[in-house]
T-cell receptor
Framework: DAMVIQNPRYQVTQFGKPVTLSCSQT?????MYWYQQKSSQAPKLLFH???????NEADTPDNFQSRRPNTSFCFLDIRSPGLGDAAMYLC??????????????FGPGTRLTVL | GQQLNQSPQSMFIQEGEDVSMNCTSS?????WLWYKQDPGEGPVLLIA?????ELTSNGRLTAQFGITRKDSFLNISASIPSDVGIYFC??????????FGQGTRLTINP
């Protein structure tokens, strides 16, 4: 089945130790998103790629970076995790939004713990 | 910025009861989406609405896109334990982005 896959599902890191979360998709969608979600709040968009074009949200800290080496994969790098970065990180994809109303399909998420 | 007002924030119901939740906005949108999120999982798209006045069903779920294009509701009939979770409405906020409501947490007493 076509899907959005996130690895790992659970990640524990130490304060200040860089961590990378990965996302892959078999949907062949143009757009890939990274969200941060805390305490049953709505997901908060960090950034997204429209094909190779990177779009950062204005309030996303510099500590968060992303890479999209090809259509299928996208990575979230947290350079120096702080305790406040502990959260669920969600990856999502969508087709070219001009063709449809921007339905986004989410992966299962990675729960990040910072010690 | 664009905001959605989703209500209620939480619901505590008995198994078998019907559920209704809604989202409103001060702006007009052309797409309304409803997601469900189980604990520890990512949101799953339940229903997508593209036309004002549209009423769409997915099993026991029914959602409507308001005529004014500023609101939408989601109904769940005959709730069962697996309906527990958080339900989010969302609209297309431009530039490939979604704007989410605050979520409705549904708890079901057996």
């Amino acid at each position: 089945d076509a899907m959005v896959i996130q690895n790992p599902r659970y990640q524990v890191t130490q304060f200040g130790k860089p961590v990378t979360l990965s996302c892959s998709q078999t949907l062949n969608h143009n757009v890939m998103y990274w969200y941060q979600q805390k305490s049953s709040q709505a997901p908060k968009l960090l950034f997204h790629y429209y094909d190779k074009d990177f779009n950062n949200e204005a309030d996303t800290p510099d500590n968060f970076q992303s890479r999209r080496p090809n259509t299928s994969f996208c990575f979230l790098d947290i350079r120096s995790p702080g305790l406040g970065d502990a959260a669920m990180y969600l990856c999502a994809t969508s087709r070219d939004p001009l063709m449809r109303g921007n339905e986004q399909f989410f992966g299962p998420g990675t729960r990040l713990t910072v010690l | 910025g664009q905001q959605l007002n989703q209500s209620p924030q939480s619901m505590f119901i008995q198994e078998g009861e019907d559920v209704s939740m809604n989202c409103t906005s001060s702006s007009i949108f052309n797409t309304w989406l409803w997601y469900k999120q189980d604990p520890g999982e990512g949101p799953v798209l339940l229903i997508a609405l593209y036309k004002a006045g549209e009423l769409t069903s997915n099993g026991r779920l029914t959602a409507q896109f308001g005529i004014t294009r500023k609101d939408s509701f989601l109904n769940i009939s005959a709730s069962i334990p697996s309906d527990v979770g958080i339900y989010f409405c969302a609209v297309s906020g431009g530039a490939q982005k979604l704007v989410f409501g605050q979520g409705t947490r549904l708890t079901i007493n057996p």
